[in-house]
């Protein structure tokens, strides 16, 4: 009974996130990791109903997990809900963190450069092409 | 009629007027809007935007001025029904790409691909005012939006902002088209910084003509690779496309003039006045829009850096070397920055004439500030 009441204490919020009631399995400053008796649809209906009126959030179906992400400025930045097939369902809820940050802006940078090195590839193969078109055209006109 | 009949029809008719309702943090904006309209008409900075802008501002910001609300009815009033199909729709930036399609050569861009290289290094501060945005307490939409000012290109900076963070749309039009006629004074100390004297004097090679043909195909391979690669920007860029291929095909000529003259002064006053609109006192008024006017200004100095950098990165590879002066170009703000380049070169040898150097990354910086808007849209779609 302590440790329920001691896990829903404490599982009870996390970054200003409310949590599903659940066993804690870990937490640290950055994360939040719970096992909750309900199953996936049932946990992802709590955290929809929760975030229904809120700004800037993205939901994400992926193979193994449902990734709810915030674009917002709020402390936490994403709720993993694994997807298991049995009775409970981890649930990490993770704070906010300047390496997705960083990552997703230096590979958008990056991006950047490709579309515009393909482009200048292309322009590049094309010039050449028309080029030689033209020298060829050159000798018959003469 | 008595005393207090009479009081009540005073008083009636007072609370119809503009002073009854009167607060002083109009007067705030109304300096804003001065300031503004002096940019545009005495010092000529951006007139044909900052014009609009500053007397929309202006006419909104009267109490009780039938302007930007809605009516009992629920239908918009006239700036209103300006913003909620020009901008909110999305309509004019893209309009306005078409004009600038059809007004653009790409010859200089076609004959040194290579500048393409510069645009996307121009990108950089893009990027780092993100960064910088986010640390100040801005939503990622927000940060993306306020970071894109540094592109230096007006109609993608509303596009996008309109996209993801139409609050901030007043501030962030504004601080485009601010910092982009005040690059003549932002971008040359950052070249000096960043150059030697003997790299100002590189002399470049005379760009080889470009055929018609070629420029006919560009806007077709140009279309079909961003449509491939960054669908989400298509619709500034399918517009600025399709007005190029009007321009170059040459056979629709009317239709090419009507973009670039008539369409686009119709579409700039819509967009201009909208813009001035949605700056009220009380949307404005905060700390966001000091952020976004200091912000947008370390913006568009690391994107002049990134665009001459990257020209000196290149330096490092290529035989015959490039002036890294026309690295700067790459913040589009088409085609002062590119005059810039050519007067700053000029200024240390009166025979190097850089500006249809500049004019290829000038125009890439075009592509790659609407290329890095479509990174942001997909990453919040």
């Given at each position: 009974m302590l440790v329920v009441f001691v896990s829903s204490v404490f599982g009870s919020e996390f970054l200003g996130l409310q949590l599903p009631e659940g066993k804690i399995l870990e937490k640290t400053d950055t994360y939040i990791k719970l096992e909750v008796p309900k199953s996936h649809d049932e946990i992802l209906k709590f955290y929809k109903d929760l975030l229904k009126n809120e700004k800037d959030i993205k939901y994400r179906?992926?193979?193994?997990?449902?990734?709810?992400?915030?674009?917002?400025?709020?402390?936490?930045?994403?709720?993993?809900?694994?997807?298991?097939?049995?009775?409970?369902?981890?649930?990490?809820?993770?704070?906010?963190?300047?390496?997705?940050?960083?990552?997703?802006?230096?590979?958008?940078?990056?991006?950047?450069?490709?579309?515009?090195?393909?482009?200048?590839?292309?322009?590049?193969?094309?010039?050449?092409?028309?080029?030689?078109?033209?020298?060829?055209?050159?000798?018959?006109?003469? | 009629?008595?005393?207090?009949?009479?009081?009540?029809?005073?008083?009636?008719?007072?609370?119809?007027?503009?002073?009854?309702?009167?607060?002083?943090?109009?007067?705030?904006?109304?300096?804003?809007?001065?300031?503004?309209l002096y940019l545009a008409v005495v010092k000529k900075y951006e007139p044909l935007l900052l014009l609009p802008i500053g007397f929309g501002m202006f006419l909104v910001n009267f109490p009780k001025v039938p302007l930007m609300g809605w009516t009992e009815e629920g239908h918009g009033e006239l700036l209103r029904i300006f913003y909620h199909y020009g901008l909110e729709w999305e309509v004019i930036p893209c309009v306005i790409f078409l004009g600038l399609g059809a007004m653009t050569d790409f010859g200089p861009l076609i004959s040194n691909p290579k500048s393409l290289i510069l645009g996307a290094g121009a990108q950089l501060g893009v990027f780092i005012t993100f960064t910088g945005t986010v640390l100040a307490g801005f939503t990622l939409k927000e940060a993306a939006s306020v970071g894109i000012i540094g592109g230096a290109d007006g109609p993608t900076t509303i596009y996008l902002t309109q996209h993801l963070a139409p609050q901030l749309l007043g501030a962030n039009a504004l601080a485009a088209y601010s910092y982009m006629a005040m690059v003549p004074l932002i971008q040359p100390p950052i070249i000096k910084l960043l150059t030697t004297e003997q790299e100002r004097r590189i002399k470049m090679k005379q760009l080889r003509p470009v055929s018609k043909r070629e420029k006919i195909i560009f806007p077709i391979v140009c279309a079909g690779i961003i449509a491939l690669l960054v669908p989400s920007v298509m619709p500034l860029m399918g517009m600025f496309m399709l007005g190029n291929f009007m321009r170059e095909s040459g056979v629709v000529g009317r239709l090419s003039d009507t973009a670039q003259n008539a369409l686009m002064n119709i579409v700039t006053i819509f967009l201009g006045v909208s813009v001035g609109a949605t700056m009220t006192a009380e949307n404005f008024l905060s700390h966001k829009p000091l952020f976004i006017f200091g912000l947008g200004m370390i913006d568009f100095m690391v994107c002049t850096a990134?665009?001459?950098?990257?020209?000196?990165?290149?330096?490092?590879?290529?035989?015959?070397?490039?002036?890294?002066?026309?690295?700067?170009?790459?913040?589009?703000a088409v085609p002062m920055a590119a005059r810039v380049c050519q007067n700053l070169a000029l200024k240390y040898d009166k025979t190097n004439y850089l500006l249809m150097h500049a004019m290829g990354p000038n125009l890439a910086g075009v592509i790659g500030s609407a290329a890095a808007a479509g990174m942001f849209i997909a990453m919040f779609n």
């Open positions: 179906d992926w193979a193994e997990m449902t990734y709810i992400e915030d674009d917002g400025a709020r402390p936490w930045h994403s709720i993993n809900i694994y997807k298991n097939q049995g009775q409970t369902t981890i649930v990490q809820v993770n704070k906010d963190k300047w390496s997705w940050i960083i990552g997703t802006l230096v590979l958008r940078y990056i991006a950047v450069f490709v579309v515009l090195v393909i482009l200048m590839i292309a322009l590049s193969i094309s010039g050449q092409v028309f080029s030689r078109l033209f020298k060829e055209e050159e000798p018959k006109k003469v | 009629m008595t005393y207090n009949e009479i009081l009540d029809l005073l008083r009636g008719t007072l609370e119809t007027t503009g002073i009854w309702h009167f607060q002083w943090n109009v007067i705030v904006m109304w300096l804003i809007a001065f300031f503004f990134g665009g001459v950098i990257t020209a000196k990165v290149m330096n490092l590879f290529l035989k015959e070397k490039i002036n890294p002066i026309i690295g700067a170009a790459g913040v589009s």
